[in-house]
């Protein structure tokens, strides 16, 4: 499920144009199977433009699903017939698909992870996709929602869901096989994208899938296992599964992660345990150019030999990059005091969920191989394995996306609380950027769904520096804690001025003698705003307090009430849904002092679905950039 | 899981007190299979004396694993060995092994569900208990992360991990079988008490199972399979256990629910559609009386054949009971309008998780066959079940209990709402009470953990006359809703005074001039309290103000700043976790109103981990009774 924020290419790009596709598929020269194999080439252009301009995307398995999908749209789907992937990581593919079928429009083809353009998983917003995913697990459950309406309503049509293999290790999976096979839900067929590879590494080394084939049998399933870049294959595998209209099927495609551009397939890997590159995050220049080269030549090679012209392609030049500024990063100084307690005190373990990459564990891995459990993509059964240790005396420590560590072992958190034991979480990926991979990613949620949790602290760092500051505080309680960190990197502008933490209370990092406004906010992006907001609004004579508060669900009402004396207007800023995040329950902090609050209180954050796009865009969107809360403060400070 | 509360047993009961098991364990004329029958009949009798008493408790799942467990514990379990119970409704028959064994003090044979005593699932601060649970499908995770421990340390033991067979519905299982396999997991052994029914039906009812030796085996564990009341077959699975050291096993022991009371046994259920009715709650007077007999000769013609003496058994006269007074229940009111609306818009489809008892479903389903689906105990399938039939335009409404509903599939849930369908969720067993099952099934932090939902109302009734209001107002937007329903009955003395309600309102039922004070709470029970408070103070000339608000995320601040205008003490009441809940909402909801707050406000309700034990008694061990209400508010006028 990684996600990084790449390096936009900054040379050409090119891309194939509808007209080629429209040429392609009109050839009466071609059979079936060459037709696909080209157009599934020419949408493999397609995506690694896409990525390539986006800075972001998951170009391995949009590639190993590419003849998989092409396949379906170009021969099999009949009426309404649906196809959708449950992983949805291969998004770009699909969209390519469809753009290059007219099923989107094809100016689509530039707005990759931008605002008003695709997000980096599917949304039912966006033409053509059946159900949202990028949150693992759910597709076959989806589809069999979507069956039983269809038998109500007497609509016959079938469902082809797309799943990733290491998808199958989420136990989501396996509880939506079990219905699905009692109510003979031959409607559907699930086709699993083997491509032996999940976010970090191989399948095999993360979770092993075991035998498969006997799993899906076992679970009551018709199975027909074959190549998945062999059309044939593919379709007769499709022939079988409609010979057992009365059992749900499923065709374990084996297919190679980033196929078709050789030094992207997973089979280029030197060994067994090597690191894959190309799962998401962006190709460099180099790669991006010589990857086009490859596939440009795959299909001249094949229109070549069907005699008809070359692909004529369409070329742009990349937007230009803004400068990023000096920034500051959570993510390394994380790992560093990770690291460094770990060293101290051998009681603590890292469990990890398929993101080990992003998390910042690979030198915790490295160092300390027998204190590491990488539990695959199965966050319910990590958490409760946390339990166990922390019931045997251990301090485990969980690790994954805020988005899902936070909800999908939501009951698992609470019953390892209910035991009064020490167990750490840690949510990388906080908030609403990057905003790029949509909101199966943006993890705006996690306060609210952990602040009832008895005897968990949430906290978050603003800078680097405060890292090691919670970390410290959290190992030295005996609750549970909740580090939430943004993943991105970010310009801040201030010297952090804290050398220790005060439980519930807030660090204030901008004050004037009498301020008319205060900001309350945390963590690395909204209170780097607050600050460069309020630098600004000193030029133009509005002075501001600005206080960070790291401690979001244990609050010291009264020493908020008396810093925030006297001010007449308090703006708290949360990096999360308005509702029920830190500025709820700060506010009622207050109100519990007797606080006579601000003539005016605004709880800026998320009010809605958050918007999908590039950081910057993003947060200009939501109102949460400096310059938009320069605006608001003015405004708020005359009305 | 189901859970209701039955009518305690009046007439004389009768326990087996310490010295006859010790008198057993210590024949030597018997072997070790009749020693152990003897033994487990005798709990058999000790669980249905605590479970009569205490009025609720699960005498099926107890008395089906009774024998696989009292084999364990006499005869299997070494130095460090491990038992526990992944699902947990089976306590009260470990109870009563581990009080028979002298491991927990057998004064706690009396206190069965009550505040001090045994809670009705487990809970590790009870003697014997290794994990909590109650919630299903994490004993096998627990277990791994203890195996982890253990394996760092060099401390060699063995775990014997309880499973139901409903609970082999949840995902988590599946996810939890995947790496002990990989792990080579020999040390665990998980026992499926395989007794065919689950809460309402027989398990081939609800989901099958299908061939479940293969799924296991599939999985990667070695699978025996026995009856799990012959001792003989049991002992020679475990050894055949034993021979596979490197593979974690499980043994599916075949039982009877119910097992050892002939009329209580699921076999003597006359079609396999018939509902069980010992799974949870309580014998009638008759139940109890021929059952405790039918033990006691089991017993006697045992231990008559081996020569010795009879069982000599204590008796006591079961506590006083209240006379519960006119009470009011939510549930019929809920049955009753969903049929309503269901019978005019077909769109309407009930989805249960194994609960359709205690959701008040079972009307809907013999009503409209075809829009009613069970689950099973698969909540993540069923949420995103409903997602797929909102897809395509019907109106699913989940149900389960609160606590499970709101967080087992929380990621489902919010990945439904990014898809800006309309599902509806209907959480019942909210709130603290029936405190007796314990915290696994205390539903308080529902409302936090989907307060954050975006276009997810979260409403909840404080009388029956509200439901159908509530169900209108939810059915009549384009938003999803929860509606929170309290499954205990309750004395309201108000009358509901409303005949519409207006969205973020409450609802005033007890008003004063110029109150003091000013109580704002929604449900069933804190309502009444409060309500009850209210008049009680009146008559001491303390008037006070009593708003319900029944919408618990979507409040409407300038109508409660204008209504709580004046008063001294603002008192808010969750039946909640304080972090998180309503009262939060309403404080944060005031200040944005710029309201200036009462001089001083009390946010009630739960603020750490709640006692388990009678109604009445928990309620007023965490102050939220009518006569804690009294006292504090008294108090606090006075502070």
Known sequence: MGELIGKVVESTLYYVPKSE???????????????????????????????????????GSSFSSLDVVSWLYLNELKNDDLYFSSKGHDAPGLYSVLIALGKLPFDKLHGLRRLGGLPGHPDVGVPGMVINSGSLGMGISKAKGMVRADRLRGHERRYYVLTGDGELQEGQIWESL?????????????????????????????SDLGDLPAKFKSFGWHVERCDGHDFDAFSAALRACEAHPGKPQVIIADT????????????????????????????DADSYGRGAQELLDHVNRALSRIGVARLSLESVEPPAKAAPGTTKRLM?????????????????????????????????????PDRFVECGI??????????????????????????FLSTRPNEQIYNNATERTKVL???????????APGHSHQSLRDISALTSVPGLDIVEP??????????????????????????????????YPAERLIEGQGVVLWQKDKPAVAIVTYGLITTAEAYKAAEELADEGIDALIIECPFLNRIDGA??????????????????YVNGGFGDQLLSALAREGACLSPRVVRLGIDDMPSSGQPAEVLGHHGLDSASLKVRIRQELKG
Request: aromatic share 8%; with cysteine; hydrophobic share 45%.
């Open 178 to 206: 079990i219905s699905a096979a009692n109510a003979g839900m031959g409607e559907i067929t699930a086709i699993v994208d083997h491509n032996k590879l999940q976010s970090d590494y191989r399948v095999s080394q993360t």
């Open 378 to 403: 199965a966050e319910m059964d990590m958490v409760s394995q946390a339990g166990g240790m922390a019931l045997e005396g251990l301090i485990p420590i969980c690790h994954s996306f805020g988005c």
């Open 21 to 59: 596709f429209d040429r392609v598929r009109a050839l009466n020269e071609a059979s079936a199977p060459e037709k696909t194999r080209i157009f599934a080439d020419m949408c493999r252009l397609n995506t690694l433009y896409m990525i390539a301009r986006a800075g972001s995307g998951h170009i």
């Open 462 to 495: 603003c800078c680097p520096e405060e890292v090691p500051l919670l970390l410290d505080y959290l190992l030295g309680t005996k609750r549970s804690g909740y580090l939430r960190l943004i993943s991105v990197p970010w310009p801040v502008l201030f010297a």
């Open 559 to 576: 020493w908020f009430a008396d810093k925030l004396e006297g001010v007449k207007l308090l703006v708290t800023i949360d990096n999360h």
């Open 425 to 435: 979480y840690v949510g990388s990926l906080a908030g609403l950027i990057p905003a």
């Open 332 to 368: 390394p100084a994380y790992t560093e005091a990770l690291l460094a307690r770990a060293a101290k005190d051998d009681r603590i373990i890292g469990l990890d969920a398929d993101l080990v990459l992003d998390t910042g564990l690979i030198p915790f891995k490295e160092k300390f």
């Open 256 to 283: 190679v992660k980033g196929r078709g551009v050789s030094f992207m397939e997973h089979t280029a890997l030197d060994s067994d345990t090597d690191m894959y590159r190309f799962h998401s995050g962006a190709p």
